[in-house]
């Protein structure tokens, strides 16, 4: 499956930006999706996952400020970010988990596919 992320970009401390990730190749909605996000010099991280079915997951401190959400018509996973700060400046990359992987879903190692990332940047 290929994943094209878009929508990060420049956003002021308490702004809001939604990020988008089409996918294409293969059948969407059996792959659980995830968005991890890597600011400079750290570990990807994860932020939120979803199944097709809805069921999301989230990093326990961005509860309430992010939300996952997909729609399987459109082969597209979002990312609704607001009272963004600027800790939350990344590349935020949305993924697709191996199927076959046990693995917990919020490790970077257990998804196959990954899209190429987008710049959020949030000034103070």
């Known amino acids: 499956v290929q994943l094209q992320a878009s929508g990060g970009g420049l956003v002021q401390a308490g702004g809001s930006l939604r990020l988008s990730c089409a996918a294409s190749?293969?059948?969407?909605?059996?792959?659980?999706m995830g968005w991890f996000r890597q600011a400079p010099g750290t570990e990807r991280e994860f932020v939120a996952g979803s199944w097709s079915g809805g069921t999301t997951y989230y990093q326990d401190s961005l509860k309430g400020r992010f939300t996952i959400s997909r729609d399987n018509a459109k082969d597209t996973v979002y990312l609704q970010m607001n009272s963004l700060k600027p800790e939350d400046t990344a590349v935020y990359y949305c993924?697709?988990?191996?199927?076959?992987?046990?693995?917990?879903?919020?490790?970077?190692?257990?998804?196959?596919?990954w899209g190429q990332g987008t710049q959020v940047t949030v000034s103070s």
């Open positions: 190749g293969r059948t969407f909605r059996s792959y659980f």
């Open positions: 993924a697709a988990k191996n199927p076959l992987s046990s693995s917990s879903s919020t490790l970077a190692s257990a998804y196959a596919y």
